[in-house]
């Protein structure tokens, strides 16, 4: 995976585990990329509305709440916030 | 059996002289009070009369255990509280376990959680999000005006609008009911520390941290609860200083803003009305005091007596006569079972007002005479609303505990011929009254006596 010099999506990743820690309070050794946000991690409708908060706060910009009720697994959190740094102004 | 007893066995303070109870205390002590000018941007919005207030000074939220979660779904008043009852709780001798890190829920050992209960009291807890909330609101459409440069014709008012949005959150925020809602502040604590009894919250506006006070000692004295966290919290800081105007065009505010320092002077003729306090909370851990005996705790001083009466009057101004302030601390006296005679502190509630303080001296003169001493920690701190009576049961505990008062603030010619404190003085000190008075008519006082064991 090529570096890119702003934020590599190894990076995205790791920062999206850490919010998600932070706001379901997980302490498990690892959050693999195919958790679901609701069975598997346990996030209820107030985690949910957290976690764009805690998201937006992270990648310092706006997330709409219609685009991130359709995220429903880890990996689709960081596919989703990988393609919105750059285009749309997350940093 | 004998009557249940009640003790204070812990304390914790946030205002505007300190973020602790011992950097509050020692500034109490040393006779340091806080005054600055208000932000100049308030200005923007309107002409005040009032030009001074007394800030709190930077919090660090986090290490008293906020995340910075926590701090997007908690309005700043139930963020004060919090770090007044961790600092009570600590004071009292517990470190509590978290149980659930994502709730942000802890224990504290050895406690019956269902005979634990919280008593808060208020003035307009959320109101800084509320106004935050509703001018996000009501700007949306605005939006898409941000930053744009149309001409000197309208420079003033893009820069009024980019100003509005720069102080705006950009978010709607999602919880902002749950931080609106007087009772978040009680909630709040509640959650935090696992207490399943009575959580009550006390919109008595200025009387709200006394009114607290004394529901919590009536709660453990009859028996209801073993332990309680009381108190009171309140946040008026707003960006745009729309409390502050709500304060000043009713007139109620100083208008000494020439001269910051000697604006605040409670009992003195020379006062013009109240400081405003940007915010404050105390937070006192009271218990049964078998309970507070057997688990060791060190007991600060005992609650006596508490008493409250309404005006039925007027919503912003004191009855002239004070007949009911009177009535409340004579039943606060009688609830303790002593006499006016036995009083050897008052801690008035001294805002500074005209009629408040007219009143308010010539009733402590016809009840207690020129005996007891008396101070106003609202000389020091500013007048901190819903937190004041609770700042200053936790300064008259800490009176009865080391012995000492501290002095008026500014009180160069006081109103009326009473055994004011000018300044910080060792005294022998067995009971004292704490009092409050407020906006919608409400009187309350608490009676505390020095610890004395058996």
């Not at chain 1, 919010?19 to 990329?33: A, I, M, Q, Y």
């Not at chain 2, 806080?34 to 290490?63: H, K, M, N, Q, Y």
């Not at chain 2, 504290?108 to 800084?128: M, P, Q, Y």
């Amino acid at each position: 995976m090529s570096e890119s010099i702003a934020t590599p999506a190894a990076s995205v990743a790791a920062r999206v585990e850490n919010v998600l820690r932070d706001v379901l309070g997980l302490e498990t050794e690892s959050v693999p990329g195919t958790s679901r946000l609701r069975e598997d991690l346990g996030a209820d409708s107030v985690d949910a509305v957290m976690l764009v908060m805690a998201l937006e706060r992270e990648f310092k910009g706006k997330i709409s709440d219609d685009e991130a009720a359709k995220l429903t697994t880890v990996d689709e959190v960081v596919d989703y916030i990988s393609q919105r740094i750059g285009e749309q102004g997350l940093s | 059996m004998s009557r249940r007893r009640v003790a204070v066995t812990g304390i914790g303070i946030v205002s505007p002289v300190g973020t602790s109870t011992a950097e509050c205390w020692e500034a109490c002590l040393a006779g340091r009070a806080a005054v600055a000018r208000i932000p100049e941007a308030w200005l923007r919005w309107s002409g005040l009369t009032s030009t001074v207030w007394a800030p709190l000074p930077p919090i660090d939220f986090e290490a008293a255990g906020i995340s910075p979660l926590d701090a997007m779904r908690l309005d700043r008043s139930a963020m004060l509280a919090i770090v007044a009852a961790g600092e009570a709780l600590a004071d009292a001798g517990w470190q509590p376990e978290v149980t659930d890190a994502k709730r942000g829920i802890h224990r504290l050992s050895g406690v019956d959680e269902s005979r634990g209960g919280v008593f808060l009291g208020t003035g307009v807890g959320g109101i800084t999000t509320l106004i935050a909330s509703q001018n996000t609101h009501l700007i949306s459409p605005l939006q898409p005006l941000a930053g744009l440069s149309v001409g000197p014709e309208t420079a003033a008012a893009t820069e009024a609008l980019d100003a509005l949005l720069e102080c705006l959150p950009k978010r709607f925020n999602p919880f902002s009911v749950s931080m609106i809602m007087p009772n978040a502040i009680s909630a709040a604590l509640g959650i935090r520390f696992s207490l399943h009894g009575p959580n009550a919250t006390c919109a008595l506006a200025c009387a709200a941290g006394t009114a607290a006070i004394g529901q919590a000692f009536r709660s453990i004295r009859s028996g209801e609860t073993d332990i309680a966290l009381c108190g009171g919290a309140e946040f008026v800081g707003d960006p745009f200083g729309g409390v502050f105007r709500a304060f000043d065009t009713a007139r109620t505010l100083t208008a000494g803003g020439d001269a910051p320092a000697t604006a605040n002077r409670p009992f003195d003729t020379a006062r013009t009305g109240f400081l405003l306090a940007e915010g404050g909370a105390a937070v006192l851990v009271c218990e049964e005091w078998e309970h507070a005996r057997r688990r060791g705790g060190r007991i600060h001083a005992e609650i006596v007596g508490y008493g409250e009466s309404f005006d039925a009057y007027s919503m912003m101004i004191v009855e002239p006569s004070g007949e009911q302030l009177e009535r409340a601390l004579a039943s606060a006296l009688a609830d303790a079972g002593i006499a006016a005679g036995d009083v050897d502190y008052v801690n008035a509630h001294g805002t500074g007002t005209l009629v408040n303080d007219d009143v308010e001296s010539a009733v402590l003169e016809r009840m207690f005479g020129p005996r007891p001493l008396v101070s106003a920690t609202k000389s020091l701190t500013g007048h901190c609303i819903g937190a004041s009576g609770a700042i200053e049961a936790a300064v008259t505990t800490l009176s009865l505990r080391d012995q000492k008062v501290h002095g008026c603030v500014n009180l160069d010619d006081p109103v009326r011929p009473l055994n004011f404190a000018r300044r910080t003085a060792d005294a022998r000190l067995a009971w004292a009254v704490s009092q409050s008075s407020a906006f919608g008519g409400h009187n309350a006082a608490l009676v505390l006596r020095r610890s004395v064991g058996e």
